[in-house]
């Protein structure tokens, strides 16, 4: 029998996050649900579980950069990508009907994502609660017959509920971008076929132009990039830690000695992985 | 006498907004309570207002594109910028000790932004509530003797509440940078002496190179970039937003050039603001 594939991820059951390790991993993968975004690192790190998913930005919000520190600081691999669309959905106990709803429970971002439900409902009550899974979780203990939660429809499904009103978010374009970590392995097998993409990490002394120069060694060989960011190092001024994703796969000739270049004008510089593009 | 000026921000009295405006315009300026990051804008563009004052970045969760958008749909000009160090107090009713604590409300970003606090008082019971600022406000409306807030000194204050512990994030590196906008001036005064920055905003075609060609419009005149971001422009695969600050004023002729380079090479260009940078 084949062992079955655990994965952390950080919320509740039925967490967006979920939905990412089902698109990356498929439905066979156990979902290993943990409270922090440092205990789904250091699960991987310490062999609790063969892979972790986590978010890594979001088209609202930006990039998480707590997840990029954590990258850098548990040495772990990036092995694929994939983006979820956040639809947000009402959901009751079963047997629950539309008209007997008062109270909504779901974390503050979720609600604050769906304002002009709320303005064309002004008699529902928003409740605050820490988590969107988490607020189905709790309108199930409760039996409630009063209250709705906010949520995937994975949290409507995982706890048994019914979703009243599909997709009540205000923006269709809010998506979630997560990336797929495993541990470092001496050499992976490629996936043959396909376009690949590198994530890395630089840091150039500030002169100007340093940032300039550190592109070149990308776009003197035709290397597309797909992500920049820059952030600045606390506690040193004029310094920056940037953020690149390459389309290329980190074993090309081009891509090896594009790094190779970068490596001469960067302080300091990590691959944090290379894996298959997502859609 | 001279009429107070008013300034909008997001979320309630006492939020870490209200602590931007004061770090920006001083004790004098009227703070003025929005619901919304839209209805922030609304209000300076409809002159409810005269200043507003918006979150852009954060160190841990990145840029808040949310507020980019409403730079470039609101047509207003950022004239100043500030950074609040993010300090969670542990705040409560006066007369109420520590040794009475039962419950902590606070905003569930709040609560998990003080995670070593609560590992080292697993008696505490944490409640999910709205906004940081509220907590405050409804710890003090209820009277509550066995419960806590977790918000800014400012809230503390605001509310006549008293701090029982100061200073209980677990990350101090926690900075939020704030834009100060203003309604477009068709001329403004110089603030004389000191560095300014100017931000914007282009979009390039994705061909290989397009963003190097464009940082050559600064590279070559010696400008220093400050922030690089690129943000996916959605239902166009390939095309992609730039946030770009520069260390310089809009009106400087190296500066001037740069910008007629530039829009030699992007398909749109928008001077967002220039101002004094912020310490």
Known sequence: MKKQMRAAFQGELGAFSQIAVRQLLGEDAVPVACERFEQVFRSLKEGRVERAVVPIENTLHGSIHENYDHLLNFDLEITGETSVRIVHNLIAAPGVKWNQIRRVLSHPVALNQCLKFFAAN????????????????????????????IASAVASEIYGAHILKRSIEDDRQNYTRFFLLERPAKKRAGEGGGERKTSL??????????????????????????????????????????????????????????LGH??????????????????
Do not use: W
């Open 122 to 149: 002004p008699h529902l009550e928003r409740v605050t609660h820490y988590d969107t899974a988490g607020s189905v979780k709790t309108i199930m203990e409760e039996k409630a017959t009063d209250a709705a939660a």
């Open 201 to 258: 990490v630089f840091t150039t002394r500030n002169t100007p132009g340093a940032l300039f120069r550190a592109l070149s060694a990308f776009a003197l060989r035709d290397l597309s990039l797909t992500k920049i960011e820059s952030r600045p190092l606390r506690g040193k001024p004029f310094e920056y830690l940037f953020y690149v994703d390459v389309l290329a796969d980190v074993a090309d000739a081009k891509m090896q000695k594009a």
């Open 262 to 279: 970068l490596e001469e004008l960067a302080d300091f510089l990590r691959v944090l992985g290379c894996y298959p593009r997502g859609k």
